[in-house]
């Protein structure tokens, strides 16, 4: 049984949420509200606002307009105190991870546990490593993710599919509540995506509500929920059985769906949505998985 107490944070809910960077609208009065416990997939085209959601439930970019709760409770009128309680039950997978490059993978999967750590347990784990405890929920994690052997490696010299999977192990060091995983599945190969999705479907089952935005269609297509995002609206929210192509159509317009190369100096694929703005540091984390220096 979920232990639901212990996971406050779990369902949530946008209402008429309008995000907005400079001109652009990257949410447009966007309506969207997951159930504890739920698992759902977000797609669409690149720019539809997909990552911009994910930055909304972590209080991470300013509204426009609109409300957003998290466990009941509306997340931009919350003081710092509980917005930190809330962070901590948020585990969040980035698309370039967010890992530390120069700890080993161990470390970077102990940083799960240190949003609940007091400072003076925080320090010593620091300075003498985690305690025992600790080890032994990290190399439980990295073992499930086969990674038990990388532990010591430092993260810059494992693969890209193997960082990936320390962000996963991070989070089930974290054990959180609300789960968002955005895009986990770039440029890895379909054993790590099933080991991957396995362990999301595990750490959901433990109780975690899981949102997973996904480039890949069918991919998607494995969660009982898909919404899909089109220039800052939800255009499509149901079983992926109701997935069809015309419907696929009218979200990619013009995109092929997972098949594109994207990027931000190719403005055919972006499909008529505003393309994203050039930003090097941001291209170079795509590119490695590690956050630029
Ligand atoms: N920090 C920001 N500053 C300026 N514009 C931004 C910022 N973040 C997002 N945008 C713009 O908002 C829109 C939505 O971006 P978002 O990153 O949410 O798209 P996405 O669906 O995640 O795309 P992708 O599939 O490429 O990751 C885009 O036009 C993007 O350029
Ligand atoms: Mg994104």
Known sequence: MPDEGNKP?????????????????????????????????????????????????????????GRVTVGGRDLFAMP?????????????VHQAYNLIPQLSVGMNAALGEIGSMSNLRLIKTLLLGP????????????????????IRTRTADVSGG???????????????GLVLADEPFAAVDPV????????????NREGATLLINLHDVEVARRFPRVVALREGGVVFDGPPEQLTEERLGEIYAGETPGSVERGPEDPEVSGGVTPRKQDPARRLEGRDGLPAR
Not at 80 to 92: D, I, M, N, S
Not at 134 to 143: E, I, K, W, Y
Not at 192 to 203: G, K, N, S, W, Y
């Open 192 to 203: 790590t995506t099933d080991r991957v999705i396995e362990t999301l479907a595990e750490l």
């Open 162 to 176: 193997q960082q990936q999977r320390a962000a996963v192990a991070r989070l089930l060091v974290q054990s959180p």
């Open 9 to 65: 944070v779990r369902g949530f809910a946008l209402e008429g949420v309008t995000v907005r960077f400079g001109r652009v609208e990257a949410l447009k009065d966007l309506n969207l509200s997951v159930e504890p416990g739920e698992q759902a997939a977000v797609i669409g085209a690149s720019g539809a606002g997909k990552s911009t959601l994910f930055n909304v439930l972590t209080r991470n970019v300013p509204l426009a307009a």
């Open 131 to 150: 305690d025992a405890g600790l080890t032994a929920r990290v190399s439980g994690a990295l073992d499930r993710l086969g990674l038990g052997e990388q």
């Open 80 to 92: 710092a105190r509980e917005l930190k309680a809330v962070r901590r039950q948020v585990g969040l």
